[in-house]
């Protein structure tokens, strides 16, 4: 059975302060009601979180702007990362989001491990389009060459 509850807190995948969303009794029972992420929706409650909700709703506009000038600035990078290779040509170990993300602070833009969506490391030399989530709405793509040494 579904439940409508206003949701007093930002809930990832739900909603932000002020939204009134249906969600499962059993989750709003066990889980956002206790933790005082929702209530039960009443003229009052709405009222009261109406500020909080402008508020995180101009923050969100900032931030996305913030995002959209920061993924400008990724389409003329590139990054080389120089691996050890075995005469075959074949890589010795493999390259992940850690060495991109080094690479990227040279640059001086900083990101977090959870920005590069990677579907795994690189385990082969070449070039490579890598996808990074700036916001959830700006989504920029850096060039990253995997060289010999």
């Not at 989750?27 to 992420?37: D, I, Q, S």
């Not at 993924?71 to 040509?89: D, L, R």
Request: net charge neutral; glycine share 8%; aromatic share 6%.
């Amino acid at each position: 059975m579904a439940l409508e509850v206003l949701l007093m807190d930002a809930v990832p995948g739900l909603g932000i302060e002020g939204d009134v969303v249906r969600v499962a009794d059993g989750y709003a029972r066990n889980y956002l009601f206790p933790k005082g992420k929702a209530s039960a929706v009443t003229e009052g409650k709405k009222r009261q979180i109406e500020k909080k909700r402008m508020e995180r709703l101009e923050l969100m506009r900032k931030e996305k702007t913030a995002a959209e000038e920061l993924a400008k600035k990724f389409e003329n990078i590139s990054c080389t990362i120089a691996v050890k290779t075995a005469e075959s040509g074949k890589m010795f170990g493999s390259v992940g989001s850690a060495q991109i993300i080094e690479k990227i602070a040279e640059h001086g833009i900083h990101l977090e491990r959870n920005q590069i969506k990677l579907d795994g490391p690189f385990h082969e030399l070449g070039v490579f389009d890598v996808p990074i989530d700036l916001h959830p709405e700006v989504k920029a793509i850096v060039k990253v060459w995997i060289v010999e040494e």
